[in-house]
C-alpha cells in the first residue's frame, strides 16, 4: 500500500507545538551554516573582482605575493614593452608600476589602529581598473603628496575625509579624492603616486613590488607571458589578474568555510537530537495510530517511509526559516584583516541561491538523520499490544 502521506502531514498540523522545538534547532542551525557560507563568499568576491580578464600582474619570480616582490626600473620597462601590451591614444603602454606599504590608523568606531593598505600607483592606474572610478574630489597628481582614499577604508578608518591632512610616513599627506572600485579589495586602499612613496619610505627610487599591464585582449596572455619568461635578463612570474586575486583569497576563505562547518557541525547536532526527541515523542504518542496503519495492510517500509518524510517536512521548514534569517546578513559590511597582507579589508556578505540551496539540503540531512531511527522503531512495535490499548 501506498505511504499514508495525509496522515503524517495532519499529524504535523495536530502535534505542532512538539515540532517547533525541531524547527528552531534547525532553522538555527541552518542560519549560522549559511551565514559563514555568506561571509567566505564575499570575503572570496571581494578579492576575485579586483582582477580583470584583461589584465595580467607581473612579480618577482618565487615571490607568492606583490608584498615579497621586488621589479626594478629596467625590469619594468622591458615589461611596458612586452607584446600584447595595450597601448592608448598618443601610444604610451597602459602599465602602472606599483609598491605596497602597510601603515597603522585608527578605526573610527574604537580608536584603535587597524592595518591598512597604502598602494602607491602610476597615473594609469584608473585606466586599467575598468570598475574605479573617483566619486568625490579629483584623483591626485603626480609628483604630490596627495592621496585618493577607498569608500571602504573612508568608511571604517578616521582622518581620511576630503581635505584631510593625515600624517604617513613621517610626513603629512593631503586627501584630495574618494574612489569607489566596485567593492573589490581596492576599496580598502589608499592610493598615492608610486614616485612619491618609495622615498617617503626609504625605499629607492625605480625598485617597485609589482607591475600590472593592460593587455591587447585576454587571448594575448600567454605570448606575453612566454615573451617575459623566455627573457634571460630577468625571473619574472606572469599571472592572470584575476588568477592572482582569486589565490589570494583561497587561505581567508578557507578558513572561514573551515570555521562554519565546524560551527554548523555542533548546532547540527542538537538539531539533530532536537529531531530525534520530537518524532521519538511522535512515535511513542501513536503507538495505537501506528498498529492500525499496520493491521490495515501499510507495510514496514512504508510506515518508515512516512515518518522520514514527516521529519524532512519538519526540517524542511526549519529550513527555509533559517535560510530566510540568513537572508537578514546579505549585503551587511564587515572587515578582517587579509592574512597574505596583514592589512584591512572592507567586504560584505553574499549569500546566493547556491548557498540557500545548500542550507535547505544541510537542513534536510539533519531531518533524515533525526527522523530515521525513530521510524525504525514505529515498525518494531508490537501490533497485538498496542491495539490491546484501546
Avoid at 63 to 84: K, N, W
Wanted: net charge positive; proline share 3%.
Amino acid at each position: 500500500m501506498a505511504v499514508p502521506i495525509i496522515y503524517n502531514l495532519r499529524s504535523i498540523k495536530a502535534r505542532w507545538a512538539t515540532a517547533i522545538v525541531a524547527v528552531a534547532g534547525i532553522a538555527g542551525a541552518v542560519s549560522v551554516f549559511v551565514a559563514m557560507l555568506g561571509l567566505a563568499k564575499g570575503f572570496q568576491a571581494t578579492l576575485i573582482s579586483s582582477g580583470s580578464s584583461d589584465n595580467a600582474i607581473v612579480r618577482q619570480a618565487g615571490s607568492t605575493s606583490e608584498m615579497v616582490s621586488l621589479i626594478m626600473r629596467d625590469e619594468a620597462d622591458i615589461i611596458s614593452t612586452a607584446p600584447g601590451v595595450a597601448r592608448d591614444s598618443a601610444g604610451r603602454p597602459i602599465v602602472s608600476a606599483e609598491a605596497v606599504v602597510v601603515i597603522s590608523l585608527p578605526r573610527r568606531d574604537t580608536g584603535t589602529d587597524a592595518n591598512v593598505q597604502l598602494r602607491g600607483v602610476s597615473e594609469d592606474a584608473m585606466q586599467l581598473r575598468d570598475s574605479a572610478r573617483v566619486v568625490a574630489g579629483r584623483f591626485f597628481r603626480a609628483g604630490t603628496a596627495e592621496l585618493v582614499v577607498g569608500t571602504g577604508v573612508q568608511r571604517s578608518i578616521r582622518g581620511l575625509q576630503i581635505g584631510d591632512r593625515p600624517k604617513i610616513g613621517g610626513r603629512e599627506w593631503q586627501v584630495v579624492g574618494v574612489f569607489d572600485s566596485g567593492g573589490s579589495a581596492f576599496d580598502s586602499e589608499l592610493w598615492v603616486d608610486v614616485e612619491v612613496v618609495l622615498p617617503t619610505f626609504n625605499r629607492p627610487l625605480g625598485v617597485y613590488q609589482s607591475m600590472t599591464v593592460r593587455l591587447t585582449s585576454p587571448e594575448v596572455f600567454q605570448n606575453f607571458k612566454d615573451a617575459l619568461t623566455a627573457d634571460r635578463r630577468q625571473k619574472m612570474t606572469v599571472e592572470r589578474e584575476l588568477d592572482y586575486y582569486e589565490k589570494q583569497s583561497r587561505m581567508v576563505a578557507t578558513v572561514i568555510r573551515s570555521l562554519g562547518f565546524l560551527v554548523a557541525f555542533v548546532m547540527g547536532i542538537g538539531a539533530v537530537f532536537g529531531a530525534l526527541n520530537t518524532m521519538y515523542s511522535a512515535v511513542a504518542a501513536r503507538g495505537r495510530e501506528i498498529a492500525t496503519l499496520r493491521a490495515l495492510g501499510f507495510r514496514s517500509g512504508s510506515i518508515v517511509a512516512s515518518f522520514v518524510f514527516e521529519s524532512l517536512v519538519i526540517a524542511f521548514i526549519g529550513g527555509m526559516i533559517g535560510c530566510t534569517g540568513s537572508l537578514g546578513v546579505n549585503g551587511m559590511s564587515v572587515s578582517t584583516i587579509n592574512w597574505q597582507t596583514f592589512s584591512h579589508l572592507a567586504f560584505a556578505f553574499r549569500v546566493t541561491p547556491a548557498l540557500l540551496a545548500a542550507g535547505i539540503a544541510f537542513a534536510l540531512l539533519m531531518g533524515f538523520l533525526g527522523g530515521l531511527p525513530p521510524a525504525i522503531r514505529a515498525t518494531r512495535l508490537s501490533v497485538a499490544a498496542a491495539l490491546r490499548e484501546l
